[in-house]
Nanobody, 128 residues
Framework: EVQLVESGGGFVQAGGSLRLSCAVS???????????IGWFRQAPGKEREGVAC????????YYEDSVKGRFTISSDNAKNTVYLQMNSLKPEDTANYYC???????WGLGYVWKYNHWGQGTQVTVSS
């Protein structure tokens, strides 16, 4: 059974940083089987949107335009964990952040339906 567990959310002032972690179980990050791991977020009253995603084998990444240059997604294959380093945070980054996975070549952030396993989310609140 695939499980994803997010951690690292919290309260931070604008301009600050947070690092989110997504611990994955049920499959291994290795060079044989490719998986895509994505970070998505949803603010109250808004639709869920993709933030960043990464391939566990090729390291290919995609970023949503508003986070480019501020957020970095990375994976640690030894720990089966994906990270989202968030710098220069803005109040508009406030949301519940989810990680999700799919098997196979990496799907971009617009293909939310391709991600078929989801974590429970971690809240990020950025004050102005």
């Amino acid at each position: 059974e695939v499980q994803l567990v997010e951690s690292g959310g919290g309260f931070v002032q604008a301009g600050g940083s947070l690092r989110l972690s997504c611990a994955v179980s049920g499959f291994n990050f290795d060079e044989y089987d490719e998986y895509g791991i994505g970070w998505f977020r949803q603010a109250p009253g808004k639709e869920r949107e993709g933030v960043a995603c990464i391939s566990t084998t090729t390291g290919k990444t995609y970023y949503e335009d508003s986070v480019k240059g501020r957020f970095t997604i990375s994976s640690d294959n030894a720990k089966n964990t994906v990270y989202l380093q968030m710098n220069s945070l803005k109040p508009e980054d406030t949301a519940n952040y989810y990680c999700a996975s799919h098997q196979g070549p990496l799907w971009g952030l617009g293909y939310v339906w391709k991600y078929n396993h989801w974590g429970q989310g971690t809240q990020v609140t950025v004050s102005s």
